[in-house]
């Protein structure tokens, strides 16, 4: 219940936001059923404006909008998520190897510069171009559209990871465990890494939605995921040269859409990242609210 | 007597906290006349900045101040406005923080904050310059003109709070209030910032509240004590009296808990820790901790009463008997008397062989970097059982040793042998071996735990490590080593945070015991505790070394406590080791010039109204160019040339070994003496 209570004492633009996520979600699973009509199969029904009917109108193949906006969020919100958590857990393991120092290792501060060069490398090209580069030459497939938008966003998640890992490296406990005799490597993963994710993890929030955003993008030049799968980017893209003759729900209706997905990830993000800086607060003030144990319970042995 | 300056009846000051209201202090009731030093004592969490800065009404929304009477001079500080208040603080009340490096604006010149201070006020043109000189040459700091051009990064620590006080200074303020103002210095320069408080009231009739949680620096400059606890002044009164006849049993436990420089003497950690305001115990606050509690303390909070001329206190029992009996506050041990005879560890068994180490940092870019010289060609040996003291000044190298002798780092040169190998050789199981044999305990209890490890985890890692016991018996391990460190069996279950500082460093050693090590290296150990819970892990070490016969090396600056808990104690200074001698030769006798200084220079509860001489006056010159000769000569009042030239080797016989070519005299000891304080007009 207690859950329930401090949830509801957020503010609320994370409330909305987290409300929207979750449907964000759920419709990534159940979306496509949702629709009512079939968003891949044309219609002679052409540019009928939002109705009842077709709330969203239907665009020119007489697709209905609306249950193009509905099946799109498997394909963009999955994409987006898969895509994520690959750069996630690529990105978390170079990051360590990059950040770590394993106790003034030459091998390591040589691994380092690599992975850094590298990451300069790939984050020294326009992301947007990047992504358009990699899909083009591999092909316009699912897979390669999810591979492309991990990999343009992995440099972003080795970064956080690498800065976390320097600073948690300096911390006492890391140098207790050193002189109790732990593998450097164990240090790694049970100490340094639990403590240095928390960051990472409320990026990885804003990260969806910038995925998503860039899964559409890519469509929206035709050079994301092949159509007639039904896709927020493309349908935008089909309705643009609608609008300046009055047609407008094409584009515009699966764009809010988009927006108010995007927007609430990174609503949501920011909130994760504010919560965890609060929660971080305590620690840096000692003895805020310790824990006081009556005299008895402590004692000199005799 | 004139009026008092500053009155404070009842003073409550309370936070909202779910609903309900939290008061950290609650009654508080005090007067400073003028040209009055006022210590106020007390262990963190007690209520003590609080009380000061609602003085200066610097405490604000969501917190509540309420007092029956709150006045400076005429002004009623309840009453008055915001632009009334402006107009008081810096001209009426001189607020000194605790911290100077950072309360001081980084990207503005000395002189530029000064001449801020005095513009809000009025002064104006050439009048704010000279005034800006007068200050600082007021504080001490040489060449104003020169200090007025500088950034605060531009000046050492010591300077840095000079200016501090001196821009506290800038209005002339009728009162000072000056929280903890030398718990962030070193202690040749605490020294001279107390000093600069004593001869500030003398020579300009300031009033001064002094904040500080230890009982040396406030009984040497203050003519009365408050002593806080659990939000509420506890016992008050002349200095000398509430030190030598405590009327609070809170007062006379931490008075127990003090190591002092002149004798080792059994420490009185007082039991549990303070309450917080959220769970005050009923009754009086003290008494779950308190040795002398009668059944009334369990039911009724004791007001204060007189005890005697100009003395409160707030307890029962000297209430009813018009004083404390004069019990040992100590009934559970009647071992003091071992402690002080100790067992030099035998000469012909060095567990540490230390010869000729040296580590330089680099620092700054690759093109242009500076050598710092850590540790400059240091031998030493450490022998099994004996417990040895590093002391020495923020700078002088002896973490960097601690961490050499840990392996937490390796020496730029020389050799550190362990038990006949040497360490750089260590490799995998050897490797293994040696960390099981030798553990270190670090300062900050507060960092040296993984937030996410329960204290049994921590522990069990341990265990794991060395392979200490089948997994089955862990929990066994586990509850017998935390009840050997004093803490019950349902704290394997807590995470750190749960924890106080105390419990917290009672646990970093629990871990370090649980692999059964020939070797403790604990360095600056309690120097991030309260005063009460210093002195319970001080005890736990003695026990330690009794019953687990563990040879330990200790690292600090405080020279009293190093003096408590070893028999042989080496003085560093700049890298270079000047003076290795047995605790009780270092505590009264030491030759060379610098560890004579700096023991001279520890303020003691022993000497009230009396101040540390101050032996040395010049800056500690940068690690990045040690002098050359002996590093110690820029600041030696016994330099000669030869000493600008010469390094002094380090010899001498009897386990009792010096570098320096002109030692202190006999002369000497007895003519630099602590200086007896000046009381101004009172």
Not at chain 1, 101 to 116: E, Y
Not at chain 2, 537 to 544: D, P, T, W
Not at chain 2, 571 to 589: F, M, N, Q, S
Not at chain 2, 604 to 609: A, F, K, T
Request: aromatic share 6%.
């Amino acid at each position: 219940m207690s859950a329930v209570r401090t949830w509801l004492r957020q503010p609320p633009a994370t409330l909305v936001s987290g409300g929207i996520v979750a449907a964000t979600v759920l419709l990534a699973i159940v979306g496509p059923t949702l629709a009512p009509f079939n968003p891949e199969r044309p219609t002679p029904l052409v540019l009928l404006p939002p109705s009842p009917r077709h709330v969203f109108g239907t665009d020119a193949s007489g697709i209905d909008v609306l249950s193009v906006a509905l099946a799109a969020f498997r394909v963009d919100v999955v994409i987006a998520l898969v895509s994520v958590g690959i750069s996630l857990i690529a990105g978390i393991m170079l990051g360590a190897v990059a950040g770590y120092g394993f106790n003034g290792s030459r091998l390591a501060a040589w691994a380092s510069t690599i992975i850094l060069r590298l990451l300069d490398l790939v984050q020294s090209i326009p992301v947007f171009i990047l992504a358009l580069a990699l899909v083009g030459m591999f092909g316009q497939t699912v897979r390669n559209v999810v591979i492309g938008v991990a990999f343009v966003n992995l440099p972003v998640f080795a970064r956080l990871t690498r800065s976390a890992v320097r600073s948690v490296e300096h911390r006492e406990f890391v140098a207790a465990s050193r002189a109790l005799g732990v593998r450097e490597t164990g240090i790694l993963g049970s100490h340094v890494l639990p403590n240095s994710l928390d960051g990472t993890i409320a990026y990885a929030s804003i990260a969806v939605g910038g995925a998503i955003l860039l899964t559409a993008g890519l469509s929206f030049l035709g050079a994301g995921v092949r159509p007639p799968t039904p896709e927020w980017g493309a349908e935008i893209a089909s309705g643009a040269g609608y609008i300046v003759t009055g047609q407008w729900w094409i584009s515009v209706l699966p764009g809010l859409v988009l927006s108010a997905v995007v927007l609430s990830f990174a609503l949501l993000g920011d909130a994760a990242r504010a919560a965890l800086e609060r929660a971080g607060r305590p620690a840096a003030m000692p003895g805020a609210q310790v824990l006081t144990v009556p005299a008895g319970e402590e004692r000199m042995p005799a | 007597m004139s009026p008092p300056l500053l009155r404070v009846e009842n003073l409550r000051v309370g936070f909202p906290d779910g609903g309900a209201w939290i008061h950290p202090v609650r009654g508080v009731s005090f007067e400073i006349g003028a040209g009055e030093i006022i210590g106020l004592v007390g262990e963190s969490g007690s209520g003590k900045t609080l009380t000061a800065l609602s003085c200066s009404r610097l405490v604000g929304p969501p917190a509540r101040v309420s007092a029956d009477a709150l006045r400076l001079g005429d002004v009623d500080l309840l009453r008055a406005t915001d632009p009334m208040l402006r107009a008081l603080r810096g001209r009426q009340i001189g607020m000194i923080p605790q911290d100077p490096l950072t309360s001081l604006h980084p990207s503005l010149t000395i002189g530029r904050q000064i001449n801020d201070a005095l513009t809000d006020h009025g002064v104006r043109g050439g009048e704010r310059r000279r005034r800006a000189l007068e200050v600082l040459d007021r504080v001490g700091l040489p060449d104003p003109p020169a200090i007025l051009r500088r950034y605060p990064h531009e000046l050492s620590g010591g300077m840095r709070q000079r200016a501090t006080i001196g821009l506290a200074l800038a209005n002339a303020p009728s009162l000072l209030i000056a929280d903890e103002p030398t718990t962030a210095l070193d202690a040749m320069i605490q020294a001279q910032i107390l000093h600069l408080l004593a001869d500030l009231r003398a020579s300009w009739q300031t009033s001064i509240l002094l904040i500080s949680h230890n009982l040396g620096v406030v009984a040497g400059v203050c003519d009365r004590l408050l002593v806080m606890y659990a939000g509420r002044i506890v016992e008050s009164g002349p200095t000398s009296q509430v030190l030598a006849e405590s009327m609070h049993p809170y007062t006379r436990a931490l008075l127990e808990a003090v190591p002092r420089l002149e004798s080792a003497r059994a420490l009185y950690g007082i039991p549990g820790t303070p309450p917080t305001p959220w769970n005050r115990p009923r009754g009086c606050a003290f008494h779950p901790r308190c040795a002398y509690r009668i059944e009334r303390c369990q039911v009724d909070d004791p007001p204060a009463a007189v005890v005697g001329p100009g003395r409160l206190a707030a307890c029962w029992v000297s209430q009813v008997r018009g004083g404390l009996p004069v019990i040992s506050p100590t009934p559970s041990r009647g071992d003091g008397a071992t402690l002080t005879v100790r067992s030099i560890g035998s000469t012909e068994d060095p567990l540490f062989q230390v010869t000729g180490v040296t580590r330089h940092f680099a620092v700054g870019p690759a093109w242009r970097h500076e050598i710092v010289h850590a540790l400059d060609d240091i031998s030493f040996d450490v022998h099994r059982g004996e417990s040895l003291g590093i002391v020495g000044e923020s700078g002088s190298g002896k973490t960097t040793l601690a961490r050499l002798l840990a392996l937490l780092d390796r020496p730029t040169h020389g050799e550190i042998a362990y038990d006949g190998e040497d360490l750089a050789r260590l490799r995998g199981a050897s490797l293994l071996k040696f960390r099981r044999r030798v553990q270190i305990v670090f300062q900050d209890p507060y960092s040296s735990l993984d937030p996410r490890y329960t204290v049994a985890d921590a522990v069990r890692e341990a265990l794991r490590t060395h392979r200490i016991c089948p997994p089955r018996e862990e929990d066994a391990h586990i509850r017998e080593v935390l009840d050997k460190v004093g803490l019950s069996a349902h704290f394997a279950g807590r995470y750190p945070h749960e924890l106080s500082g105390g419990q917290r460093q009672r646990v970093c050693i629990a871990r370090a015991l649980a692999v059964r090590p020939e070797v403790l290296i604990a360095d600056e150990p309690v120097s991030a505790l309260d005063v009460s819970i210093q002195a319970q892990i001080v005890e736990l070490f003695e026990q330690l070394r009794r019953q687990e016969r563990l040879t330990l090396v200790v690292v600090a600056h405080d020279l009293a406590l190093i003096r408590q808990v070893s028999d042989r104690v080496l003085t560093l200074y700049l890298g270079k080791i000047v003076e290795d001698a047995p605790a009780a030769v270092y505590a009264v006798r030491p030759r060379h010039p610098y560890a004579f200084a700096l023991g001279r220079s520890v303020p003691s509860v022993e000497r009230v109204g009396e101040l540390p001489p101050i032996l040395v006056t010049a800056e500690l010159p940068p690690a990045t160019a040690p002098p050359p000769g002996c590093r110690f000569h820029t600041r030696c009042f016994n330099a000669h040339p030869r000493c600008s030239r010469d390094e002094p080797p380090l010899v001498g016989d009897h386990g009792h070994r010096f570098a320096c070519f002109y030692p202190v005299t006999e002369e000497q000891y007895s003519s630099l003496t602590p200086r007896t304080v000046d009381a101004g007009v009172r």
